[in-house]
């Protein structure tokens, strides 16, 4: 059974960095590329990045390119989201998500649970 | 990377069959069969139950169904149950490995 469990979230101040990991079980982590979707409090799903099999591709919204890096680790099948200069607008739920190849080009077909990061003085 | 135009909200009866629209832009839904839909009940995850544009999931019920013409994808549920009352997120393929998502429709059944 997939699943895949995000780490990291909380409160943190503008302008401020925070980490988010996702613990990935249930499939053969280096053989499909990976995302993170976010979705603030009572809104709609915003991709916000993806990686492929072997971190040699990667992508971002226009709302967090410069500011997030996603990485992953293929030896610990860990996913992460480096967030740096945080602002309000990033407030939401991120969940980490497995995607259906190895390309970044496959649909998303499964999802953790979340984790919820708010951005607040 | 503009969001997709999916209705707030639909509604039907038990029994009866909705349709949700997605339509996008043409260097999108229209270029790509690369459509997914999402299904997310209240404080839940989302879950797949369409990709590339009209095919199902192994375990999603065939009461859903996806189709697709020029820049707009649509999901069919027939037979709608009371279990379908959810949120249905359609996402498409941006090219250049990014993705879209479009704003969400509200199913009620009613």
């Known amino acids: 059974e997939v699943q895949l469990v995000e780490s990291g979230g909380g409160l943190v101040q503008p302008g401020r960095s925070l980490r988010l990991s996702c613990a990935a079980s249930g499939f053969t982590f280096d053989d499909y590329a990976m995302h993170w979707v976010r979705q603030a409090p009572g809104k709609g799903l915003e991709w916000v990045s993806g990686?492929?099999?072997?971190?040699?591709?990667?992508d971002y919204a226009d709302s967090v390119r410069g500011r997030f890096t996603i990485s992953r680790d293929n030896a610990k099948s860990s996913l992460d989201l480096q967030m740096n200069g945080l602002r309000a607008e990033d407030t939401a739920f991120y969940y980490c998500?497995?995607?259906?190849?190895?390309?970044?080009?496959?649909?998303?077909?499964?999802w953790g649970q979340g984790t919820l990061v708010t951005v607040s003085s | 990377q503009s969001a997709l135009t999916q209705p707030a909200s639909v509604s039907g009866s038990p029994g009866q069959s909705i349709t949700i629209s997605c339509t996008g832009t043409s260097n999108g839904v229209g270029t790509y069969n690369l459509v997914s839909w999402y299904q997310q009940h209240p404080g839940k995850a989302p879950k797949l139950i369409i990709y590339?544009?009209?095919k199902r999931p192994s375990g999603v019920s065939n009461r859903f169904s996806g189709s697709k013409s020029g820049n707009t994808a649509s999901l069919t549920i027939s037979g709608l149950q009371a279990e379908d009352e959810a949120d249905y997120y359609c996402?498409?393929?941006?090219?250049?490995?990014?993705?879209?998502f479009g704003g969400g429709t509200n199913l009620t059944v009613l």
């Open positions: 998500a497995k995607g259906a190849c190895r390309s970044t080009s496959c649909s998303v077909e499964y």
């Open positions: 996402c498409s393929y941006a090219g250049s490995s990014t993705w879209v």
């Open positions: 590339e544009d009209t």
């Open positions: 990686i492929n099999w072997n971190s040699d591709g990667t």
